[in-house]
């Protein structure tokens, strides 16, 4: 069965950086688009970035852009996220998602908390 | 950016009761439109991709139209495992947006 599972959450201060990951299986990861998506706390569903399957695109929210970089190991069947130059309005649950293909995330991972503070 | 709008922010219903959301693209989308459904401390799951159809595993009674900029989706006769909150996703030109989400609540 596809498992998606994430890493690399924590408290960081303003500034710093984080790198993120998402470890998965039960699937060929080599063939599929991931995503990276994020919750504020109470907050509704943000899309931050999208990698291809080869990793030979990727695409950023604009909240994002510059600050964040999505990539992937195909060898290791790992997502990455590296944050940079965070600010308090990034704490949130970080998933990762697979893309079925047609645009949507068809299986997420259980999330993990990144909280900017000092 | 393609901007989606979802309503109602909230509707409160009884169980069996038909339940429809609608969602609004600020642009043509063709059918590049999912929804999910999220239950508290749960990740978004799947339930109709490609506007309508329905994912792997996912009753029949959830059920998506739509086309262009006007989605809707519906679930025909609400039970207890329904209530959760909503969302609408976009998925045109290698952008992805949601909606602000509906949660659905027992009346």
């Known amino acids: 069965q596809v498992q998606l599972v994430e890493s690399g959450g924590g408290v960081v201060q303003p500034g710093g950086s984080l790198r993120l990951s998402c470890a998965a299986s039960g699937f060929t990861f080599s063939s599929y688009g991931m995503h990276w998506v994020r919750q504020a706390p109470g907050k509704g569903l943000e899309w931050v970035a999208f990698?291809?399957?080869?990793?030979?695109?990727?695409y950023y929210a604009d909240s994002v852009k510059g600050r964040f970089t999505i990539s992937r190991d195909n060898s290791k069947n790992t997502l990455y996220l590296q944050m940079n130059s965070l600010r308090a309005e990034d704490t949130a649950v970080y998933y990762c998602?697979?893309?079925?293909?047609?645009?949507?995330?068809?299986?997420w991972g259980q999330g993990t908390l990144v909280t900017v503070s000092s | 950016d393609i901007q989606m709008t979802q309503s109602p922010s909230s509707v409160s219903a009884s169980v069996g009761d038909r339940v429809t959301i609608t969602c609004r693209a600020s642009q043509g989308i063709s059918s590049w439109l999912a929804w999910y459904q999220q239950k508290p401390g749960k990740a978004p799951k799947l339930l109709i991709y490609a506007a309508s159809s329905l994912q792997s595993g996912v009753p029949s009674r959830f059920s998506g139209s739509g086309s262009g900029t006007d989605f809707t989706l519906t679930i025909s006769s609400l039970q207890p495992e329904d209530f959760a909150t909503y969302y609408c996703q976009q998925a045109n030109s290698f952008t992805w947006t949601f909606g602000q989400g509906t949660k659905v609540e027992i009346k």
């Open positions: 990698i291809r399957y080869d990793g030979s695109n990727k």
């Open positions: 998602a697979k893309d079925n293909g047609a645009g949507s995330l068809d299986y």
